[in-house]
């Protein structure tokens, strides 16, 4: 199986900060995977999916992206990832519809292309009613799924999700992983992060176990929960593995 | 550059979006350019124009009388009457006037005055080519001259010296005639007319000032260009709220993960902002062109620098949205970035003479002016409007301005990179 995502003993501190906010991390996404980063709060999650966007430069290790190293590809990068941050990243005082017509016109698309493919994710996600409306004026719900959504336009080779379903109500969350396993049939692959344990059951093909940087373990979520004595859910296994300390971040 | 086409896209949908930004970018500058032109228009009437009022009694109507009433009214210093509400008037009535303020001076010229020193110098003349020995002051001309006591010395002084200027150079005048007459007489050759030889000392004026600003606008010419300048630097408010506000909601990062380089980014911004910028000095040129002369103010006249006028526009809309973009980069909220741009606009202006033109500062603060991007603007307009440069002239302004722009860019693209990617 061809590999989507490789990081190979990835470093990064942030300037000013005293410990590594990913310290020698090593995983291997294959490809069509929903392989789910999960980890508390203040693991490494966000930062490490930043780092394969683009966004953030990192301090040593190596990466590479859909078969590219980004030293000097991250043009061939971009048009294959699709990126959904954790905090909504949307145009307040655009229309839902507008901010997509903007998202999917700088990934590529045009035309009527671009107006199909807006139409069929918003009937997708149930928003077909109201994409004229101003985002301002949208509920959170409403909000996460666009979000999503600006992501998915161009159909990602590789798609970032960053806690998807943050503050989200059941119905709309149940929505949204129905949806993301339907794109994922597509083959896309998906890079996950969160800390509902439940969800990344039921959601993910693979996950990777990270605490302060590091990966503590990996693997398929029922291969982890029969390795891990005494647990039936992935819940068992995260509180056993990463203990019941709280997490100021 | 379909990716152009969407950042502009949403560049202009954001700025439409956003109506107050749009009315303090487009109306408040209107309003003050119109407010600031109406204040002002006396003042710089008053630099340009305002005359003393003086009565004149000429009882002479002969050389004297009719050479400094000449002279008087050339200097450009008095608005002379003849006479009170078109009647010709008595002494008594001229010192009544005078007393009331209703003008700051009375001049009368005794009936006669010419012939006085006509004959004064003949005798004279005549005395010394014959020998004998006169004395000048055996009949004296007095021109009387009433001052109202509020006359500033320096403009009595004016009027004292243009009086005796000309009454010496009326005596000295016949004085020379009479002496050529005389010459001629006793000669065989023929002397040359003698009052050739005058005003061979030249006094040159000239103004202690950076070369620029002695040229004096009129209100119109210096508050429409000012206050587009004005509105063009305003923008700093808008853009850097922009930069900021979608770094805050995210969408700057979602960009930034696409095929969407930083340059792209704010490619679109410069487009947006110029076009605004243009739009602002349009309607404040055309307020000046149009409106201004119904209410009664000086027309701005632009002749045909429109091509000019709209080249020191746009290096001035580069340097305002260089300007913008670096308070953008750095303020790190909203509210800082809006204060910080409008509070540093005014200053900018203040010392750029938008408020008060350069030519009246005190010297120290015209060259310190020179230092202010708004008057890089303002002096280009300036040329165009008031001192009719070409190109030429408005090159070192434009380069300013340019100049400033491409290091706002290079700042701003340098502390984009390691503030927040390198963190
Ligand atoms: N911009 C930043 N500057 C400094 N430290 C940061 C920054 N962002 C995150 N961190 C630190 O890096 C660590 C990892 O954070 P993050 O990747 O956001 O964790 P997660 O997404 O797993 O909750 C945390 O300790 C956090 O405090
Ligand atoms: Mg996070």
């Not at chain 2, 006085?116 to 009949?139: C, E, P, W």
């Not at chain 2, 007095?142 to 009027?159: H, M």
């Not at chain 2, 008031?386 to 693209?413: Q, Y």
Request: charged share 20%; aromatic share 8%.
């Amino acid at each position: 199986m061809r590999t989507a995502i490789e990081i190979n003993r990835l470093c990064k501190t942030y300037r000013g900060s005293k410990t590594p906010a990913v310290d020698q991390l090593t995983l291997t996404v294959p490809e069509g995977a929903v392989f789910g980063l999960l980890g508390p709060n203040g693991a490494g999650k966000t930062t490490t999916i930043h780092i394969l966007c683009g966004l953030r430069s990192f301090d040593s290790g190596e990466i590479s992206i859909a078969g590219y190293s980004p030293k000097r590809r991250w043009k061939d990068i971009r048009r294959r990832i699709g990126f959904v941050p954790q905090d909504i990243a949307l145009y307040p005082s655009l229309t839902a519809y507008e901010n997509l017509q903007v998202f999917g016109g700088l990934m590529g698309l045009r035309g009527k292309l671009l107006k199909n493919r807006i139409n069929e994710l918003l009937h997708l996600f149930g928003l077909e009613h109201g994409k004229h409306r101003l985002i301002e004026h949208y509920s959170g719900g409403m909000k996460r799924r666009i979000n999503l959504i600006a992501g998915l336009l161009h159909r990602p080779e590789i798609l970032f999700l960053d806690e998807p379903t943050a503050g989200v109500d059941v119905q709309t969350k149940n929505l949204m992983l129905d949806n993301l396993k339907t794109i994922n049939r597509e083959g896309h692959t998906i890079i996950y992060t969160s800390h509902y344990m439940e969800e990344a059951e039921t959601l993910c093909t693979q996950i990777a176990l990270i605490d302060g940087g590091k990966t503590i373990c990996t693997g398929t979520p029922s291969g982890l929960i029969a390795q891990t004595k005494g647990c039936d859910k992935l819940e068992d296994v995260y509180l056993q593995l990463t203990g019941k300390k709280l997490r100021d971040e | 550059m379909n990716g152009l086409r969407w950042l502009i896209y949403k560049d202009g949908l954001l700025l439409l979006r956003d109506k107050a930004g749009l009315c303090m970018m487009f109306l408040m500058p209107m309003l003050l350019a119109l407010i600031m032109t109406y204040l002002q228009d006396s003042t710089f009437n008053a630099i340009h124009e305002t005359r003393i009022p003086l009565l004149l009694l000429n009882a002479d109507k002969d050389s004297l009388g009719m050479a400094i009433e000449r002279q008087i009214g050339a200097s450009g210093i008095f608005s002379v009457a003849t006479g009170i509400d078109g009647q010709p008037a008595e002494r008594d009535a001229l010192i009544k006037a005078v007393g009331r303020g209703d003008f700051m001076m009375g001049i009368i010229i005794p009936e006669n005055a010419t012939n006085h020193i006509r004959k004064n110098v003949k005798r004279y003349v005549a005395g010394a080519f014959s020998g004998k020995n006169i004395s000048l002051k055996s009949d004296s001309v007095q021109v009387e001259i009433f001052i109202d006591p509020v006359t500033k010395n320096s403009f009595r002084s004016t009027l004292i010296s243009t009086l005796r200027e000309y009454a010496v150079r009326t005596e000295s005048d016949f004085l020379f005639r009479e002496i050529t007459a005389e010459v001629n007489k006793h000669s065989p050759l023929p002397a040359p007319d003698i009052r050739l030889a005058r005003n061979k000392v030249i006094l040159k004026e000239q103004y202690a000032m950076p070369d620029k600003a002695k040229t004096i606008p009129n209100s119109t010419q210096h508050n429409i260009p000012a206050w587009g300048m004005f509105a063009v630097f305003f923008i700093a408010v808008s853009l850097s709220g922009n930069l900021i506000r979608e770094r805050g909601d995210g969408s700057f990062t979602r960009l930034r993960t696409m095929p969407c380089p930083y340059y792209l980014y704010m490619s679109a911004k410069v487009i947006i902002y110029s076009l605004v910028c243009l739009l602002q000095l349009a309607a404040i040129f055309l307020m000046g062109l149009f409106l201004f002369p119904l209410l009664g103010l000086p027309a701005l006249t632009i002749g045909n620098g429109w091509l000019s006028l709209l080249g020191v526009g746009l290096c001035s809309a580069l340097a305002a949205i260089g300007y913008g973009t670096i308070i953008g980069q750095i303020a790190s909220s909203h509210q800082q970035a809006a204060v910080f741009a409008s509070v540093s606009v005014v200053i900018m202006a203040a010392i750029g003479g938008i408020w008060i033109p350069v030519f009246v500062m005190p010297l120290p603060m015209q060259w310190l002016s020179a230092c202010s991007p708004l008057n890089w603007g303002l002096e280009g307009f300036y040329d165009i409007l008031i001192r009719g440069g070409n190109w030429r002239a408005l090159l070192p302004e434009c380069a300013a301005s340019s100049a400033f722009f491409i290091l706002c860019a290079i700042a701003a693209v340098v502390y984009d990179k390691k503030k927040r990617i390198d963190i």
